[in-house]
């Protein structure tokens, strides 16, 4: 399931969920829209995982738990601690990044 921050809290919700991936975007972003249904429908058929968009823009204590120094970056973080983080408009390289916190 893919929820949206409506408050500047990312770091409470990953430290009470197992594993999180983020879409950092903004609202002006043209690759953030083109990536964000196929991040919905990649939180589809990880149910196990938490999904959520951040608007990197309104939560700046969010993005300081990533390198978020461009649009769309994508991050993953397991039991609490960051893992990775990628830029990218390709939907082959995020899956990349989830397989890593996925797949065990």
Known sequence: MLNELDQDNLAEIVNSNDTVVVQYMAGWCGNCRLMKPKFKKMASEN???VFLLVDAEKYPESRKLATV????????????????????????????????????
């Open 47 to 49: 149910e196990n995982t």
């Open 69 to 104: 120094d461009n649009l769309p970056t994508f991050a993953t973080f397991k039991n609490g601690a960051f893992v990775n983080q990628v830029q990218t408009n390709k939907l082959e390289i995020l899956k990349e990044l989830v397989n890593e916190v996925t797949s065990n």
